[in-house]
């Protein structure tokens, strides 16, 4: 079992940033692909960014193309955490924001390959 804690999410104008994290149990952490994704009221829930590394010196990102260039995604295997940092932030961006865990190490934007997801912590941005 893997339990993920997100933290960091709150209210912030347009053009703002906001950090999100994520604490994960479990120690095979680093194996670990780490997801993020988010859900608008009314749509389906969607993916942001994910983070895979291979074991050795490489690792692997993916966006979206709706946040490429204005998030980041990082993860701390010491800390079993990852990271988002959201900056520029637009209303179109409100909505719940969900840390998932691909303990297979696939890396893939496909949210049905992440088994392990926190609770979700809200972000919204005021116009």
């Known amino acids: 079992q893997v339990q993920l804690v997100e933290s960091g999410g709150g209210l912030v104008q347009a053009g703002g940033s906001l950090w999100l994290s994520c604490a994960a149990s479990g120690r095979a952490f680093s194996s670990y692909a780490m997801g993020w994704f988010r859900q608008a009221p009314g749509k389906e829930r969607e993916f942001v960014a994910n983070h895979r590394w291979n074991g050795a010196r490489t690792y692997y990102i993916n966006y979206a193309d709706s946040v490429q260039g204005r998030f980041l995604i990082s993860r701390d295997n010491a800390k079993n955490t990852v990271y988002l940092q959201m900056n520029s932030l637009k209303p179109e961006d409100t909505a719940v924001y969900y840390c998932?865990?691909?303990?297979?190490?696939?890396?893939?934007?496909?949210?049905?390959?992440?088994?392990?997801w926190g609770q979700g912590t809200q972000v919204t941005v005021s116009s």
């Open positions: 998932a865990a691909d303990t297979m190490g696939r890396g893939t934007m496909n949210s049905n390959e992440y088994s392990y």
